[in-house]
């Protein structure tokens, strides 16, 4: 979880500075399992979808996404390696970072 997550709600709090705002959470579930990475990705590309729809900030303005894949659990180094760059590389691929 971000450090800079003062709460369930709110992310990007106290990067002002950076130009990161503070915005919503997005809470994501993906039922993919190591078997079917394409559907993790396809979960992780409608959250990202979302996120840029809705802009950083403003009231419905989304900072962050959490994606809960509770069957890459057991298997962390496959998450921790190339599905996580995975996913990290279709977020820098939108641009939305600051």
């Known amino acids: 979880i971000c450090p800079f997550t003062k709460s369930d709600k709110r992310s990007g709090q106290g990067l002002g500075d950076l130009g990161v705002p503070v915005g919503k959470i997005a809470y ?3 039922n ?3 078997d079917c990475i394409p559907l993790l990705m396809a979960d992780a590309w409608t959250a990202i ?3 840029i729809d809705a802009g950083p900030s403003g009231r419905n303005g989304i900072s962050s ?3 809960a894949a509770p069957t890459f659990d057991t298997n962390f180094p496959l998450w921790a390696g190339p599905v996580f760059a995975m996913l990290e590389s279709g977020v820098s691929a939108t641009n939305s970072e600051p």
């Open 65 to 67: 996404i959490l994606l």
């Open 28 to 30: 994501h579930y993906s």
């Open 49 to 51: 979808s979302e996120m």
């Open 32 to 34: 993919a399992n190591v």
